[in-house]
């Protein structure tokens, strides 16, 4: 029962994506050939509505509903941000979709993107097979 | 009724998009970032002893709870909200791909191209299955996607985050103008 707020946000969250049209295909090639700001616009406000939120939770020392104490991850560079960051960005402008927008297509019913999906897990997968071997 | 199924202007939707962040680490000190749960269903439901999938999913399940919702949500307004008219993409992209040959410009996606017969052809082929694969195996390597990196990394001042997200975009740049164009060509 705990973890029913976060299907509550994923169901937002799911919503937002679909009236966004940040799922479509057609958006994600205009993006990438700079033919209209929707999609900057989209990524510049969630980007600063984040920022906003981490600063105010850090100053004001918000704690979480149960009163504990919020932690941010640190992020550590590794050469795969740039070698799998160039790879899935490939993946982002073939399917036009990253994984959130995955998700909410297939739940729209466009019953291709279950295929995309498996495939990302078969990718996935492969990674941790491989991943010893890969340049990190 | 007008407001949910009309698509919404980028500057409704990109704040509530940002506000995941907060509203995660408030509810439970969880960091937003969707692709991770591709890792929890390969652990989940794959039989491997490799290190990579030998962790504790369950622990993690609130993330596979969380994309469950994503889906839900895509289904409600994909039904019920639907938006009857085409995507409002600019004039220029409209043409642009029309003389790749893409037809029909209804859906949110090109229904020609995303569908279970375009599988079986060499162009469906490669942007279903090898930009699956892509998309998965990129985002793990990279340790994270659009929503962990681009959004949550970058809101929280990570440069690595700064750097996955450079390459996202330079990777989908190089892909939209020179390689899309050969594919839909096949």
């Known amino acids: 029962m705990e973890k029913v707020k976060f299907l509550f946000l994923g169901f937002v969250f799911g919503i937002i994506l679909i009236k966004a049209e940040v799922v479509s295909w057609f958006r994600i090639q205009e993006m990438f050939h700079f033919q209209a700001f929707h999609m900057y616009g989209v990524m510049g406000s969630a980007i600063a509505v984040g920022m906003l939120g981490i600063w105010l939770i850090k100053r004001n020392g918000v704690k979480t509903i149960s009163g504990d104490p919020i932690l941010l991850e640190e992020k550590k560079f590794s050469k795969g941000n740039v070698i799998g960051g160039l790879l899935f960005g490939m993946g982002w402008a073939l399917t036009g979709a990253c994984p959130g927008p995955l998700y909410a297509l297939v739940g729209s019913g466009i019953v291709a993107i279950g295929v995309v999906i498996l495939s990302a897990v078969l990718g996935v997968f492969v990674y941790g097979v491989i991943r010893d071997r890969l340049p990190h | 009724m007008n407001l949910l199924t009309q698509p919404w202007p980028w500057y409704v939707s990109g704040p509530l998009i940002g506000l995941m962040v907060p509203l995660l680490l408030i509810a439970g000190n969880k960091a937003f970032g969707i692709s ?151």
């Not at chain 2, 999913?57 to 609130?62: A, F, H, I, P």
Request: proline residues 4%.
């Open chain 2, 36 to 186: 991770s749960s591709l890792r929890h269903i390969c652990a989940a439901c794959i039989p491997t002893k490799r290190n990579f999938f030998n962790y504790s999913w369950k622990d993690e399940s609130w993330n596979l709870v969380f994309v469950s919702g994503i889906a839900l949500g895509g289904l409600v307004a994909g039904f019920f909200f639907q938006n009857p008219n085409p995507v409002r993409i600019s004039e220029a992209t409209v043409r642009d791909l029309s003389l790749m040959g893409i037809k029909n410009f209804n859906g949110l996606v090109p229904e020609e191209l995303f569908n279970l017969h375009a599988l079986f052809t060499l162009k469906g082929f490669i942007l279903l299955v090898v930009g699956g694969f892509l998309v998965g195996f990129g985002t793990r390597y990279a340790n994270g996607c659009t929503s962990g990196h681009s959004i949550t990394g970058i809101s929280n001042l990570q440069l690595p985050s700064l750097i996955a997200t450079c390459c996202f975009f330079a990777g989908g740049l190089l892909t939209s103008w020179f390689v899309l164009p050969c594919i839909l060509k096949l």
